[in-house]
């Protein structure tokens, strides 16, 4: 039972990694909407559990044949103090808080998604910050085809440090996200700032979590969290597509490009290892995700002429 009150410094770290992005959450809420704290302290004791248990979740479901034959005892998945939890489904989890909390409040619920949307980059930060010397996070080798630009002598056999570029895509995001918000007050849909981060955080995933050589809730060959990042990113332009009355034919070019440019993009996964040219190989993901980012936002783009034209 003293299991049960040992946290370890991660976890320390993971606590204020989801305080900071509830803070920063009730900060957007105050901006646009001044709920009064009620509202807030809601939010906010809806959010933690609903956070640990979508965390623990998923990464559950993504090992659950680790569970059910290589221990042979599905009781142990119960057992989250062994540690074991996925960061999609923390996003996951608080999107779910953010929904009931509107519900519950009477409130609209997309501006409750928003300030997720707003606050899950910090915490994102903080969390992979936190993963440095846990073994997550951890990428591929250095090896002589990928070494950055002005790397010191010696720096070819380092394994790249992926939690590093995460917090940095993250931190990234988050300013992104503010300037948007800041430069219209409010995005003209309720929703619109979180289908952004989706969109943003989704593409840099899939990217950085190919780098990655850590193990974490693969199955077989597939990332899970991989799948799960692209899609955040499919959600997200359905959201905007639907939206869009006319310009059929540009919904139906930007699907068309995406569907290639997620199967162009699979391809370069195998051909990481495969090809002998982890170069080519990144390049032509990076390509297909540029695309998708492309037709994502012309999405977005045509929902405002939309909006207008309303």
């Not at 936190?130 to 085809?145: C, Y």
Request: aromatic content about 12%; hydrophobic content about 55%.
């Amino acid at each position: 039972m003293d299991q049960l009150f040992a946290v370890t410094p991660y976890g320390w770290y993971a606590s204020l990694a989801l305080f900071s992005g509830i803070l920063v959450s009730y900060l957007y809420l105050n901006r646009v909407r001044r709920y009064p704290m009620h509202i807030f302290l809601a939010f906010g004791v809806m959010t933690v559990p609903c956070v640990f248990v979508l965390s623990r979740l998923v990464f559950v479901l993504a090992n659950c044949t680790y569970y059910l034959t290589t221990l042979s005892k599905p009781v142990l998945a119960l057992y989250f103090w062994d540690g074991g939890y996925s960061m999609m489904g923390a996003f996951f989890g608080a999107c779910l808080a953010a929904f009931l909390t509107g519900r519950l409040m009477h409130l609209s619920p997309r501006v409750f998604l928003d300030s997720v949307g707003m606050g899950f980059p910090i915490a994102a930060v903080i969390a992979r910050l936190a993963e440095a010397g846990t073994g997550l996070g951890e990428g591929r080798p250095i090896d002589g085809g990928f070494i950055p630009p002005l790397a010191p002598e010696g720096f070819d056999g380092f394994l790249h440090p992926v939690f590093l570029y995460e917090a940095l895509a993250a931190l990234v995001i988050f300013v992104v996200l503010q300037i948007l918000s800041r430069a219209h007050h409010q995005l003209p849909h309720e929703g619109d700032l979180l289908l952004m981060e989706m969109t943003c955080y989704g593409l840099c995933e899939v990217f950085l979590e190919s780098l990655k050589d850590d193990g974490h809730m693969v199955v077989h060959f597939v990332r899970i969290q991989q799948v799960l990042a692209i899609v955040l990113v499919v959600v997200a332009m359905v959201v905007w597509a639907r939206r869009i009355r006319t310009k059929k034919k540009d919904i139906l070019i930007c699907a068309l490009i995406t569907i290639g440019a997620i199967g162009l993009a699979i391809l370069s996964e195998f051909g990481v290892d495969r090809w002998g040219n982890r170069l080519l190989a990144y390049g032509l993901m990076l390509v297909c995700l540029l695309s998708i980012l492309l037709c994502a936002m012309h999405l977005y783009h045509l929902t405002l002429k939309e909006g207008l034209k309303g």
